[in-house]
């Protein structure tokens, strides 16, 4: 059996930079951190962080005042800004620039008289935050089924965003549909789904070209690029499963398989990846083969405030 790894995989520059910020947070102010949401939507990266005292939240309630506290990945509603402030919490954004971005859209359109038509799964936490934006002026459309019925005006300026984790195809198919419907459609200057989730399916499809009979991907059931990379290989007629880890792979899977692709979501650490590996290597795997569809170079900085943070501290340093 061939084992065919895709590249890019697993971990983006904005998952990278989440996790470096929990991590100097962690370091500079010390445990315990408070994290709004997990950090990034994977079960190994949490579980690893609570090891280490930090306390994830789902909403700011029950975070003591004046304590540090850090914005998921996926970006947050403007409430979310005013509860922190109003309990003076330390708070660190780890919003990934590429969903700020998206937020920044939405401000800009609707200041020049836009109605935003937002392409997204309804309760991802990216898409809660985008909504909050400006709820009154966004409208939801999940797929293409609802861009058939959704009921938008025919005079209005109407602008699409999308949330930056989608299949790329499926997001085309529901623009040619709104757009056949509401011909006055517009879209923004550049693409909202984001590099490295296009380029994890790029991957995809690479793998497919190079012979992939069975695809595993590796990450998390709420990770939603991780779940997108699963449907671009069932596409291609490749059966395939999303898998947490090796705990979750049924051997019975590769029966008559001869050849498997394993890539990973943006928000799954490597070592979790090696492990898929060694396991399908122990259960004949010929060697591993890495298809490269691009090399990434992007890095997202932690913040200013952040980083100031850390050379105050050191400065503060007692000197030997
Ligand atoms: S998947 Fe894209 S938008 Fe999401 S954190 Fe990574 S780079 Fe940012």
């Not at 061939?2 to 991590?23: E, T």
């Not at 937002?118 to 459309?141: C, K």
């Not at 005006?153 to 949330?163: N, P």
């Not at 497919?208 to 595993?216: C, K, N, R, S, Y």
Request: include cysteine; charged fraction near 25%.
């Amino acid at each position: 059996m061939r084992i065919l790894l895709a590249n890019p995989r697993g971990f983006c520059a904005g998952v990278d930079r989440a996790i470096k910020i929990v991590d100097m947070c962690l370091d500079v102010f010390g445990p315990p951190v408070y994290v709004r949401r997990e950090i990034v939507h994977n079960s190994h990266v949490v579980k690893d962080f609570r090891a280490k005292g930090v306390i994830f939240v789902d909403e700011l309630e029950p975070v003591p005042p004046k304590s540090v506290t850090v914005l998921s990945a996926h970006g947050v509603a403007p409430e979310v800004f005013a509860q922190a402030q109003a309990k003076e919490l330390k708070l660190i954004d780890a919003t990934c620039p590429l969903v700020t971005k998206v937020h920044l859209e939405v401000h800009r359109f609707v200041r020049e008289g836009y109605h935003i038509v937002l392409i997204g799964h309804d309760g991802h936490d990216e898409v809660i935050g985008t909504m909050g934006e400006a709820p009154e002026h966004t409208t939801l459309v999940e797929d293409e089924q609802q861009a058939r019925s959704v009921d938008l005006s025919a005079h209005e300026k109407l602008m699409v965003l999308t949330q930056t984790t989608l299949g790329v195809e499926d997001t085309q198919g529901i623009i040619n549909i709104l757009k056949e419907r509401y011909p006055q459609l517009d879209l923004p200057p550049t693409d909202d789904v984001c590099y490295a989730t296009q380029n994890r399916q790029d991957a995809v499809k690479a793998l497919v070209e190079a012979g992939m009979d069975f695809l595993l991907v590796v990450g998390s059931s709420n990770s939603s690029n991780a779940a997108r990379l699963v449907e671009v290989g069932e596409a291609r007629g490749v059966r395939g499963f999303l898998i947490d880890g090796i705990e979750q792979i049924d051997e019975a899977w590769l029966a008559g398989v001869t050849c498997v692709g394993v890539t990973a979501g943006a928000s799954t650490p490597e070592h979790v990846i090696q492990q898929v590996l060694e396991y399908l290597k122990q259960r004949g795997g010929t060697g591993v083969e890495t298809i490269t569809t691009v090399e990434e170079n992007t890095v997202f900085q932690v913040p200013l405030t952040l980083r100031r943070e850390v050379e105050l501290r050191a400065a503060a340093q007692p000197q030997n």
